[in-house]
């Protein structure tokens, strides 16, 4: 009878887990749908904060998107309660487990790898946007002017894209599969939308890919968001101070 019992119990935990993942899934495909498709509703929204038409899209955008994070947190809140645990800076003193390719060696602590990594990270988004920014002949178009606009898109991007691709995934499937299997999917969910990003094309596909990987590791082990999010937080510096300078004419201050 116990073991019957036990049986039945085991059926039931394998069936709950695989309706987290199917929930989890679902409600991540949705909002990543509404990230790719955002054009069709950013449409619909009446945003004028600047004279420059590339700069009210992005801020149409990121309404739109961090609505969309916003909702996915709800809605895995809602289906996994326990995670609201991740919605803090996390343990940073917590060694980080090895990862050579990562260059991770297992004893140092998440601060001192997440330093070492942001440093590393951000050296390659710089190098891919310098040769951008470059080849669109906009090096001399930076404006200080630019940097309150791009702080501002920088936190609501790297806030709205964290809640979705980590909180989202970890929230919704911790304690219910690998951590390799759940930084993995990280990785791919978090790659794919970013074809039509910037950086785009398979090499965005890529680079988003292994940072996604990097956070959610970062995500997992700290349990918490600070690291994800500050990394995140520096490379849309990066990239959104290059989409100024690429798309933004200095007359329109």
């Not at 990230?35 to 449409?43: D, E, N, P, R």
């Not at 074809?195 to 700290?222: D, H, Q, R, W």
Request: glycine residues 8%.
């Amino acid at each position: 009878m116990v073991t019957e019992k036990a049986f039945f119990n085991q059926i039931f935990a394998e069936n709950k887990s695989d309706m987290k993942m199917f929930y989890t899934l679902f409600i991540l495909g949705i909002s990543t749908t509404l990230l790719v498709t955002a054009g069709i509703f950013t449409k619909k929204i009446t945003l004028q904060i600047h004279p420059s038409n590339f700069v009210n899209s992005l801020a149409k955008y990121q309404l739109f998107a961090l609505t969309v994070g916003i909702l996915t947190t709800i809605a895995i809140l809602i289906l996994n309660p326990e995670s609201k645990h991740l919605l803090r800076a996390g343990q940073l003193g917590t060694i980080a487990e090895k990862e050579k390719w990562l260059g991770i060696n297992g004893k140092s602590s998440w601060t001192v790898n997440g330093l070492q990594l942001l440093l590393f990270i951000s050296i390659a988004t710089g190098i891919f946007m310098f040769f951008a920014v470059k080849h669109t002949n906009s090096i001399s178009n930076f404006n200080w002017s630019f940097v309150p606009l791009i702080l501002l898109f920088s936190l609501t991007n790297s806030l709205a894209e964290e809640l979705i691709f980590r909180f989202g995934i970890v929230g919704g499937l911790f304690n219910h599969y690998p951590k390799l299997t759940i930084m993995i999917l990280s990785a791919v969910l978090f790659g794919l939308p970013h074809f039509f990003g910037n950086p785009g094309g398979v090499i965005g596909i890529l680079m988003s890919g292994v940072l996604g990987y990097i956070l959610c590791k970062a995500t997992i082990e700290t349990k918490g968001l600070s690291i994800a999010w500050t990394i995140h937080f520096v490379q849309d510096i990066i990239i959104f101070t290059a989409l100024m300078m690429m798309n933004v004419k200095q007359n329109t201050f």
